[in-house]
């Protein structure tokens, strides 16, 4: 494993959980949320934890980003933080 | 002392609280099915009662145990000869206090009946079993029943001043619930045990002489609440706003003498004579109840309610039993006993007076009776006897209970005392005497009947029997259940066992 | 700023400093010799192929060690199902 | 092994749950009887189960027969099972109760409500049956779950608001707890509460260790919404549906607070708690503000069903303060306090359910002449209530009385006199309650009650008694309450001085 | 350094937890609030995953064997493989995390039916006139 | 709710990477022993392949190619699978989910009776994982709004 690598990552996961969180557009957060998700299953698949990384690719990635467009869909995109 | 294990104690709690459960299952359709189960379980008990005295007399103590609450801490049912001599009183009182309530409620036609007899008879319960109580938690606990059978009671006529009445009687009870299970958690967790024993279990606990009087004083006021002394007594006239018998029930049967009678387990059993003297806190006490007597007798005077004045003359005779007891000779011990028989007998008659004339001519206050006492001159002969022996005149048997009390303060060189005890029997005089004599010799007003017109049956023949006993307890004291053998017998028991 | 932020921010902060403190001591990244990898584990890598015949140890450890974990986890899947169903859906079975 | 009771005190309600949702599909009808089935089989297994720890001492039931801490075990001790029998026998009452309110609140919901009323019966005895610190976070995930979404369908308006911080807090919780058994598993590699309790002693001076014991017990405390962490308590409890409060409010914080004691005294030993950690006083004085705070917003609600929520809240801190004086008393309280309030706080919601199944009342104010509408209920009301006050003979003296007993042992004043002055507290909520069921007079005109005057002049209401399925489990926890009162002496020395840790 | 380097992942799981932690109690939005809880549950299956981590040549886990894939019994070290328990335990919480995900959204579709807002000041305020009329 | 837009790119590409997607899944599933995955992963990749199908056409569709009953019966069954096998365990005479116990009635040795059992657990999660993903899909997607969906 290169720890440069690593890093880089682990740092890219911080700026998007900080962008998923402050983001005004729900939408957008749903997004960068699956980002995140997925840089973090890079980061597992790192650490040997390929089941988990697998898991989260499909979950986290894919299915929850899924259900929070569709929750979004029916809610609202607005967000006034 | 030899002790006998038997059931008839438990069956002595019970049977009130099987008559309790009929009286509900029964309601309002058959009142009179309703009320025979009050009288029937009234006469099974005083029986049972009775059938206890020749053991008692035997010097034999008569057990029962339920159930182990706690290592050291069974719920034990303890049949001595101070319990039965409260028992006596409770079972015989509640006799005739079930005739006069099915009087009083009829003659009133008063709503919730059910309800009041349900409650009358838990409360005799409760009553049955404070008297039996084998160790403080089972007191406790029966004192807690009590104070919540007595509760609706006292809220029975749902009046404004009801509602008031009961709330201020629940407040106090409860906080003295409450500190009571403070002294008692307290206690046990130093010692162990809750055992009432003749003469004092407290003593070579090693318990710090400061927590000990600090644990006296407030085990005083758990009790000191529902016995009326003096700061705590401001419950009690205002609870008069419940129904004549339940008057009658608070100061003469159930709940004042639950009180006082805790309140002599407490200075004889728990801390016993001689660690109250180390303590001296005895005589902190005596100046106390002095107070108390002294007050009450004056606030007496003050009153114009016929209830409230009888209030305030059971608050002074609370406080002389006090007194008697905390004296700590044999004869005042004695003496203190007897009276809190006594007493029950002469104040349920002047109670059930002050109901019949309720019921009659629904006049409350004293200075409406003018001339009532030619209209019903059964009812006011029997007031008179009676007030008159609470005052320590013959032939009632206050005479008897406050000869002894004179003798105890004697022996005890206690002459303070004795003064304050001859004071609050001139002020007895002093309050009863203006009623008597405007019963008697005031011109009647205009609404007042010249003719003989008493109250229904029902209330007179208890108002007689009443006053009776009292007449007979001073004729002879023993000949009826040796009465007073058995204060005698509780007194040595202390005072030989200290 | 409302009071709540305040709160929210002072428990955050908290929080986050109890698990630095706590950090301080823990065993370093990817140590082989710390605990969780000496205590139980050892026994899942060696001798998991051998015992349920799977070569995959986090299948075997998933569905058989610690299989009842994972009847949990679709236990909860289930209950998650059945609960979005129950708020959303108006009309469920006859 | 000799007997499979352990696992069918769990499996039964799960899979009953499953097949209560398909069956509901086609019958509707089949649902509600399945439910009572299935608890009733798993308390039935759960008496068992704890006869034979009574004869044979501690079960260790082996899942997949994979020894710990390699698998997961079932470990029933005595407290284990008293904990059991009592989750089971109130779920019991509630799923019993529960079936006119369900007919008349969301009869279309009947099958999934039925199949997640029985997933967090599972849950619940899922928590208290394992001996895996991770088993208990997933059973209480499921438990969890299933509260929020049987709150989130209360009648009320507001009960997805409600829920919703539910799901927040809970999930903070569960995370934090989550946080506590991964810090224990990077010092001692395990996960099997008795491996970590012979492995942490030698650990005991470790910083992960003390942070993971801090995270453990606050993720317990927001379950158990002990005080600064109860806000979404409130909301939650009192906005969900009555039959489902039944259930959740008697048992949630319970189960909460017997994992407080497995952590506290089977995890760390209390030489760790009460010791090393100010854990004792800080718990103590938190319950002291718990006890306070919950009596005095009770004070301020007209709703009964709030009032009573906010009780809850008080008797949490009944059950710390028992745990944090740190002595055999005090946790002998604590344990028995947990089965008296479980009791009393079932009997309680149930009657509110009664109630406004009946009448639709839940303001206390309207409550005139419910003694003559509901007799039963309201007799049944008055000895829990007198429960709840602490006096005796009712169970509620009995646990108030060791916890003084406790408190008094460890010199903590302040507690003693806090338990004394709650216990006032409750006595002006609940006579306030019954002064305005039993005493008030002259019925208001116009409102739809049964007035006519009777042969005696005064006028009688029409009794109006709840149906059978809601009496029942009400008189039988009112019975329960003033029966168990007198046996506690039994029950303690047959079943929790055993379930405390010995030498302790 | 070293002290900050050999234990990098736990301190970027501390500050995802923070962010996490801090969206769920702090944010005003309720869909913040679930993506917060999110983030949260992730940063604790990234410090659950970093404790199974093995340096110096461990693998992923599963074992390299014969044509079927099986090993000869004996043959497997523990110092080889990457602890699988974690991993396991991670995946137990990816679910429940989906599945709490599942239900704070079908809240949140609830929660905006009712109110037809999802910010929480503006939920607290109609409660509040709904209460006072 | 999902409306269908008729767009023929994306309808055919969804259609034709369906098959693929779920024998992906199948595969996940079955190779769980030797390679990363199992049921849960399957799972949740056979769901999507059937929320693929929904988003690209609508809920109509979906809901024709899965119904309701049919999602609900697969709902339990995946857990009764679960469950269903511990419980077999247990009335052959052995604990809860002891699957060597699975020996007495398979042609096999205790060891691959686990292997075996474990088969059979995954498959399990797998049928519940999917049918739950689904249907939370859909009662989001739908607000819960089937019925309106189908008119």
Redesign the interface.
Known sequence: MIWQFD?IL?TL??IC??A??TVKD?LS?AIV?GA??FL?CL??TG??????????A???A???T???V???????RR??? | MEVVSSITPLLTVLVSAVGACLILATGERNRNLRESWTIIAAVIKFALVVSMVPLVLEGKVIEFTFINLAPGLPLQLKVDPFGMLFALLASTLWIATSFYSIGYMRGLNEHAQTRYFFCFAVCLSATMGIAFAGNLITFFIFYEILTVATYPLVMHMETEEAYLGSRKYLVYTLIAGVVLLFALAVIYSMTGTLDFTPGGFLAGHGIHTGLLIFLFVLLIMGCGVKAGIMPLHEWLPTAMVAPTPVSALLHAVAVVKAGVFGTLRIILYVFGPILLHDLGVWLILAYVVSFTIIVSAMLALAQDNFKRRLAFSTVNNLAIIILGAIILTSNSITGGMLHLVNHGFMKIALFFVAGAVFVKTHKKNVSDLDGLGRQMPLTFGAFTICALGLAGVPPACGFISKWFLCLGFLEAKEIFFLIVLLTSAMLDIAFFGPIIYKAFFAKPKPDVSPHFDEAPMLMVIPILCATAISVMLCVSPNAFVHVFDIARMAAMSILGAG | MKTLDIIGWFAVLTTGALLIYGTAEMPNWGDPNSPPSTHVSPRYIEKADEETHTPNMVTAVLADYRGYDTMGETTVIFTAGVSCMMLLRRRQGK | MSTQYPALIVIVPLMSALICFVVGWWNRNFCYKIAVAAIAVSFYSSVVTMKDVMANGVIHYWVGSWEPPWGIEYVVDYLNGYMLIIITFISLLAVIASKKSVEKDFPEKAPAFYSIFLLLVTGLVGITITGDVFNVYVFLEIASIAAYALIAIGKRDHAPMASFNYVIYGTVGACFYLIGVGYLYMVTGSLNMADLAKLLPDLYNSKVVLVGFAFLLVGVCIKMALFPLHMWLPDAYSLAPDSVSSLIAPLMTKVSAYVMIRIMFTIFQPVFSFEMLPVGSICGWLAVIAIFVGGIRALAQKDLKNMLVYILVAEVGYIVIGISVGNRIGLTGAILHIMNDAAMMACLFLIVGAIAYKTGITDITQFRHMNQKMPFTMAAFTITALSMVGLPPACGFFSKWYLVLGAINANQWVLVVTLLISSLINAILFFRVIEYAYFYPHPEHGAEEHVHATSHGHAEIVMNEAPLSMLIPILIMATLILVLGPFSGKIISSIIQFAIPAGF | MDFIIAKYNYWIYIILMMIGFYAMIVKNNLAKKVVGMNIFQTALILLFISTGVKTGGATVPIVIGDAHGHAIPGTLHAIDYINPLPHVLMLTAIVVMVATFGVALALLIMIFKRYKTIEEDEILEIRRKEAFT | MIRRHEDIIIESLARFLTPFIQAFALYVLFLGHYSPGGGFQGGVLMGASFILLVIAYDIIEGKRRITEKFNIVLNATGVMVFSGTGLLCLILGGEFLDYSQLAAILPVGPEEARGLGILAVEIGVEITVAAIMVSIFLDLASAGEHEEALK
């Open positions: 890093l682990l996961v911080v959980a900080v998923a969180i729900l957060s949320l995140y998700s973090m980061i597992w650490m040997g934890a390929v089941d988990v990384a697998f898991t989260e499909t979950v986290g894919g299915v929850s899924v259900f929070f569709a929750a979004i869909y029916h809610t609202t967000t006034k933080d």
